[in-house]
C-alpha cells in the first residue's frame, strides 16, 4: 500500500524483535544527516498488536529530543479500519452513552474499535467464543488507554441474543469469511440502529449487510459495508502515510488516526 | 531484473513458506483497493521448482473470483530460460516426432525444456548422472504436464553415445561451467542437427558451441549459444513482467511464457 | 542512506551468509545482461566487520573477469567514518611520524581509523578496557593491511594519562553515548594538538569537545567534533554510492574511500 501511495522506496524489514527496532530507529536517526530525518519514516505492520505495541516502544526508547523520525502503526491495518469504522458511526450520531458490541473482537481491528468507541463515550461490549480471550483483551485495551470496555462470550445463538439486548451499535470485526451474525438475529432487535461489518469475504459478519452501503437507511437503522469502510480506510492510510513525511515527529496510532480520519469523513459529507 | 525494467517498487520477500504465500496473495488483493489490483503482482523466484510450485497453488488459493493479482513463476530462471531455448529451436524448424536430449535436465530449466519440447511433439529424453534423479524429473513433468518424456543415465563417455543415438535435438542444460558433451561426441553424431547451451560460463555444456551464435548454421546444423540464448530470454522476461501489470488476473508459468516467446522470436525473425 | 542518495531501487537481504552473498553476485551479474552490468551494485552492512569482510571475499570469488558488479564495504558506516575523520585530520597537516592515539577502537570505525593514519604514517595505539581485544584489533588490522598497530589496554584514568604521554592526536571511536575522555585529561596533556570524536551522542566521547567543531582551534589545538564529520562522511557515502554506477568494476573499501573522502575535503578546503 505504501508503494500504491507513491512512497519512493519501502524497505521491508521482516521478523524484527524489539532489540532489532531499537537498532533500525536508532541507525534511521543517528546514521543519518538531521536535514534527512523527515524523509524516513517507519511503518509497523505484522499481524500481533502486542508486538506492534512492544515494538513502537522500543522504537520510542531511540530517539532522543528532537533527534527521532515519524512512526505509523497499523499492524494488520488494526487502526485505518478502526478509525475509518468509528469516523463513520460517529459522523451519523453522538456515541456518548450509546450501548455498543464488537463481535470477535479480540483482534488488532476489535480492540481498536472497541477503544475508539469507548474513548468516544459509549458503553462497549467485547465479544469472543472464548471468555478468557475477550477478557484479556479488554484489559489491554484498558491497560493501554484507561478505557472500560466489558467482556461478553458469544458462543450460541442464546449468547449473542443476550449481549445485543439493549444494543444501539454493533461491529462486526470478524475475521474475513466468518459470519457472526444471522439477518433474524439483527432484525429482531428493536434498539439495534446502527450495524457495521469489516469483512468483505462472503460469508459476511452480517447477514445481509451489503459490503457497498455506506451509512444507507434502512428503517430507522444505518448500514456500514467493508467497501464503504474500506474505501475510507485507505483515504485515511494515504493521509497518514503523506503526514508522517511532512515532519521527523510524528507518531501516528489509533487516536491521532482517528482525528485523520474524522477529518477526512467531514471533508466527505460536506 | 524487475528493477532493471523499471517496475517502480520490488519488495523482496525471503524464506516464504505456503502458509506466508497465502497471506501475502491474500493481504495483496483483500488489504488493497480493487482498482489498485493491477498494480500488484507477485513474482515467485527462488531455486526449487517444487517450491515455486506449491508457492503458486498457495496463492491461488488466496484469490476469489476477480479478486486476484497477476502472477508469474520463475524460479531460477527456468520459465524464461527454457521458453526462449525452444521458442529458439522452434523457430527453425518444427518439433513433431524429432527426437531431442535435454542433458543434465532434472534442473527448473531442464524440466521445463523438456515439457516445452515434449508439448511440441518431440520425443524427448532427460538426462542425469543419477537415473533415479532424472525419473523423479520426469514424473515431476509428467505430473505436472501429462507430457512423457524418457529418464536417461549419462554417467560414462559410452552412455552419452548411446543416448545420443538418432537425436536430432540436444540441448546442454546443466549447471554453468560444467562441460556435458565433448566436441567430439557432439561432431560424431549423424543425426543431430541442432544443438543448444544454456550455460554461458566457461567450460561451457557443449564444447565448442559459441555462446555468441544464434542459429548460425555450420554444416548441416544449427547452433544456439548461450549467449544468445539469454538475449531472447531477457526479452521475455521483461515482456512477461510488463504484461503482469496490465490486467489484474495474469498467472504467468511455462505456457503462458512460452507463447510469449515464440512471439517475440517470430517479431525478430520477420 | 542509498535512498536519500537517490537509488532507483534498494533491495535490502538479511542475514546474508559468505554462501549466499556468492550466490546473490553470481546472480547479479549471470542471470542478468552484461549491458546491465553497472545497474546494479552490492552494498556490504551489517554491523560486523569479519562477517563484512569474509562477504566481500565470498562476492569476488562469484566474479568472472569483466563480469562482475560494483561493491561497497561499510558496515556500520565504518569506512566512510573513518575515512572522513583521518581526511579532516590529515588537511590540517602531515601525519607522518605522529604519535596517535584510537580510543576504544576495537569497533569497525576504530580499525578502519588505526588503518588508516596507520598508512598515511602515524605510530598509531588502539585501546580498549579489555587488552586482549584490544591486540585482537591491531592483529585483525595488521593482517589485512600489514600496518602495525599498538594495542593499549584502558581501564582506569591512570592508564589513560599513560596512553595519552606523547601523543599528538586523539581520535574517540567509541559507542554512542560513552565518555572515554575527560576534559581535565586531554587540557592536561602538553603534546595533544588534535582531537576528534564520532559519537555526537551526549555524553559525548571526549569531554566538552563540540560537536559542531570543524576544526576549530582552541589554543594550539584543532578540534573536530561528530557532527562535522559526519557531514563529510556523508558526502563520502554519497559520492561512493554514485561512483558505483560509473563502472561495472569498483571495490570500495577503506583505501578507496579514503581517497574519495581526501578529493572531497580539499575541495572543501578551496
Not at 519501502?10 to 536508532?26: I, N, S
Not at 531511540?62 to 460517529?90: P, Q, W
Not at 444501539?168 to 475475521?175: D, F, K, L, Q
Request: proline share 3%; charged share 20%.
Amino acid at each position: 500500500m505504501a508503494c500504491d501511495a507513491g512512497i519512493d522506496c519501502v524497505l521491508p524489514l521482516a521478523g524484527v524483535t524489539a532489540a532489532d527496532a531499537h537498532k533500525v530507529a536508532y541507525e534511521a536517526v543517528f546514521s543519518r544527516s538531521p536535514e534527512d530525518l523527515a524523509s524516513l519514516a517507519l511503518f509497523i505492520g505484522g499481524s500481533s498488536l502486542p508486538v506492534a505495541e512492544a515494538t513502537l516502544e522500543a522504537i520510542e526508547t531511540a530517539f532522543f529530543g528532537s533527534m527521532r523520525v515519524s512512526v505509523m502503526l497499523d499492524c494488520g491495518g488494526c487502526n485505518t479500519t478502526a478509525a475509518a469504522v468509528v469516523a463513520k458511526i460517529r459522523a451519523v450520531g453522538e456515541l456518548t452513552g450509546r450501548r455498543a458490541v464488537i463481535l470477535a473482537g479480540t483482534g488488532p481491528v476489535g480492540m481498536r474499535t472497541a477503544a475508539l468507541m469507548a474513548r468516544e463515550g459509549a458503553e462497549v461490549a467485547l465479544t469472543s467464543r472464548d471468555l478468557r480471550r475477550a477478557r484479556a483483551a479488554c484489559e489491554a485495551v484498558c491497560a493501554r488507554t484507561g478505557q472500560r470496555v466489558w467482556p461478553a462470550e458469544v458462543s450460541s445463538a442464546s449468547m449473542i441474543h443476550d449481549v445485543l439486548e439493549g444494543a444501539e451499535v454493533v461491529v462486526s470485526a470478524g475475521a474475513p469469511g466468518v459470519s457472526l451474525l444471522a439477518e433474524a438475529e439483527s432484525t429482531g432487535s428493536r434498539t439495534l440502529h446502527v450495524l457495521a461489518d469489516v469483512n468483505a469475504v462472503p460469508p459476511l459478519g452480517i447477514d445481509g449487510l451489503d459490503p457497498t452501503f455506506a451509512g444507507e437507511r434502512i428503517g430507522e437503522r444505518r448500514l456500514f459495508g467493508a467497501l464503504a469502510i474500506r474505501r475510507l480506510k485507505k483515504q485515511v492510510h494515504y493521509a497518514c502515510l503523506s503526514r508522517l513525511f511532512e515532519r521527523n515527529d510524528q507518531v501516528l496510532d489509533a487516536e491521532q488516526i482517528y482525528l485523520i480520519a474524522r477529518e477526512l469523513e467531514s471533508e466527505c459529507a460536506s
